[in-house]
Nanobody, 126 residues
Framework: QVQLVESGGGTVQAGDSLKLSCAGS????????MGWFRQAPGKEREFVGG????????RYGDSVKGRFTISRDNAEKMMYLHLNNVQSDDTAVYYC???????????????????WGQGTQVTVSS
């Protein structure tokens, strides 16, 4: 069974950095576009960024562009999100997601992704 597990969340201060990890199992990891989403209380789920399987191109939401970086290691079935210069608005549950196989573009909607992890909480104190 396909499983995605996030880790690395916690409480940090504004301006700090942290690294989130997503571990995949039960799937050929390299066949999937991978993405990160987040959801804060009272807000809808928001696209954070994604990374393509074909050439590791990336795409980011406007709110995190220039601060967050996505990377992946298909051999290890791992994806990472590096959060730099975090702000209070970054507080949310962060979800790892995998698209349908062989998708050749990075979708920004939740509907583009087939599998989801349980999420990891990131809390940024002002």
């Amino acid at each position: 069974q396909v499983q995605l597990v996030e880790s690395g969340g916690g409480t940090v201060q504004a301006g700090d950095s942290l690294k989130l990890s997503c571990a995949g199992s039960g799937l050929t990891f390299g066949l999937y576009v991978m993405g990160w989403f987040r959801q804060a209380p009272g807000k809808e789920r928001e696209f954070v960024g994604g990374i393509n399987w074909s050439d590791s191109t990336t795409r980011y939401g406007d709110s995190v562009k220039g601060r967050f970086t996505i990377s992946r290691d298909n051999a290890e079935k791992m994806m990472y999100l590096h959060l730099n210069n975090v702000q209070s608005d970054d507080t949310a549950v962060y979800y790892c997601a995998a698209s349908t196989p062989w998708l050749t573009y990075i979708g920004v909607d939740s509907a583009s992704y087939q599998y989801w992890g349980q999420g990891t909480q990131v809390t940024v104190s002002s």
